[in-house]
């Protein structure tokens, strides 16, 4: 049975995710992209995946580093959900104030809930992306106090969590 591509937007659009940004260096210059596909993978050892398209330019610059930052939106992040989000912005970066991660010096941008600094593990093909994984060297999430709201994607538009 063959599955059509508008069936299966819309039906993995029911599926909400969260918001993060994947952020490297390539050189002097940082660079990341959008990624709703981030999960958790595994405890001991302590792994992390997501799934960037094969054709992703910015993938490509930042695997070459063999390292990356996983940056995790709050509500105050919309705004760069779509700037990280568009091919057509050469500089995403243009503006965004971040630090480096402690060990590999991958951007860590101000205000994130939560930031895990990886090294690459592992690059499987996965279809039309890849299943990256990577190994976790440092993390950290905001404080309890400052009362962090994730950013979440669902069906096309970001909004956030309502506990029932
Ligand atoms: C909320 C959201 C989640 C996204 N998640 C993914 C993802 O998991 N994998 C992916 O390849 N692209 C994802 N994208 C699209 C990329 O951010 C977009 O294609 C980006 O421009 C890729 O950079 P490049 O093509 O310039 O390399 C997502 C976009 C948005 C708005």
């Known amino acids: 049975m063959s599955i059509d591509p508008m069936q299966y937007r819309a039906v993995l659009g029911h599926f909400p995710t969260g ?15 959008t ?8 405890l001991d050892p302590p792994l992390v995946g997501f799934l960037p398209m094969v054709t992703s330019e910015r993938w490509d610059r930042i695997a070459a580093s063999k390292a990356f930052c996983v940056n995790v939106f709050g509500t105050g992040h919309a705004d760069l959900c779509w700037r990280f989000a568009k091919h057509s912005i050469d500089r995403p970066f243009e503006g965004v104030t971040w630090t480096p991660a402690p060990v590999t010096g991958s951007p860590i941008i101000d205000g994130v809930i939560a930031w895990m600094d990886c090294t690459v593990e592992e690059v ?11 190994r976790l060297q440092a993390l950290e999430h905001a404080h309890p ?3 962090p709201r994730p950013l979440l994607f669902y069906r096309g538009q970001l909004g956030s969590f309502t506990a029932l």
């Open 19 to 33: 918001v993060t940004v994947i952020s490297g260096m390539e050189g002097d210059e940082p660079v990341g992209l």
């Open 35 to 42: 990624i709703g596909s981030f999960t958790s993978v595994s």
């Open 124 to 134: 499987l093909p996965a279809g039309d992306h890849w299943m990256v994984l990577g």
């Open 145 to 147: 106090d400052t009362d």
